[in-house]
């Protein structure tokens, strides 16, 4: 199968997950209570000048300013096309375009997670070679316990911890959010040392939760090609401990790019709604957690659109970087 077939393969494959997954946002949305509404009706029902018509009417409005209003199936095809060709319009809650607000989202996360995962392959990738080709050393046992360790204590916790920390020093953390009309997500006013606490902390945090899984299949698959006949024909020939780490860090890329683009992806979807609400980060995790509470569908359907889209481009990204790295691959297989 040429690379074009693939693409056009993958990218009807992933249309058809985009839109089943939409549709279950949307029909979870429409079947669910509406808890945003019943606080509206609950709040009008209180007051005993409100009539039962009143407060229906007040009911009504409210589905015809969501474009709600009408028949299930009309609804949802509207809905579809709206999102589908991005004419998502504005946010309910906020009054701005969700198409803006979720591209910023999607920015701003992109800002620390980049890096992260840039920061963990890296680390990762080294620590688990070295530590594959030095599996008997007692070094080697310490390290790999002590990345281990940066797993299994919760990154929530940490970052938590930080904040206590600096509220005791002499640099405070303090983020102010400004909501109102037409003010968006929310926004840091005041805050010394934010691009410590918005970047840098962030970035490690994130590095930590990835790290861990990194280094463990990048030691098992260096164990497995240090011990190849391969691997033992370079050293046989004189070849350097780097050139023996090039040859396995090249034999065992295939396998960790599957690592990367399905284990990571799931770290990264848990950990970013954690460290944007620690952090006050105004991201796309941020954005899709005000979306479910303020029941702002604009949101939740281009959100749920978009982390599909993420999900079925870096599946695509993996079977072309398995065809690069290995062109024994067949693309007719993936």
Known sequence: MSVGRLLLKRALLGLATVWA??????????????????????????????TRAEIEQQRQAYLAE??????????????????????????FEY???ALEMVLQGVAR???????????????????GVVTGMNSRSRGETGLRGLVYVGLGVPNFWIGALLLT???????????????????????????EWTFLYSYVVPVLLLATTLVAAVVSYARAYSMQYYAD??????????GSRTDVARHVVRNAAVPLVSLLFTET?????????VIEATFAIDGIGSLYYNSIWTQDLP???GGAMTFVALSVLSNVCQDLLHAVLDPRVDTASL
Not at 23 to 49: C, H, M, Q
Not at 230 to 238: D, E, F, N, S, Y
Not at 265 to 273: D, K, P
């Open 265 to 273: 992806l799931a770290l990264i979807a848990l950990s970013v709604f």
């Open 21 to 50: 997954t939409v549709s279950g946002v949307f029909l979870l949305f429409v079947g669910t209570e509406d808890w945003y509404l019943s606080a509206k009706l609950a709040s009008a029902n209180r007051n005993p000048d409100t």
């Open 109 to 127: 996360t992109a800002a620390y997670v980049v890096p992260a995962v840039l920061l963990a392959v890296l680390v990762g990738l080294a620590i």
């Open 66 to 91: 969501r474009g709600l209003d009408g028949d299930l199936w009309e609804v949802y095809l509207e809905w579809m096309a709206r999102t589908f060709t991005f004419q998502w319009g504005n946010s």
């Open 299 to 301: 949101i939740l359907l």
């Open 165 to 191: 920390l600096a509220s005791g020093a002499a640099f405070i953390y303090t983020p102010i959010y400004a909501f109102g009309p037409g003010a968006g997500m929310p926004e840091i006013a005041v805050a």
């Open 229 to 238: 006949d391969l691997t033992k024909l370079v050293r046989a020939k004189g």
């Open 95 to 97: 009054g701005r375009s």
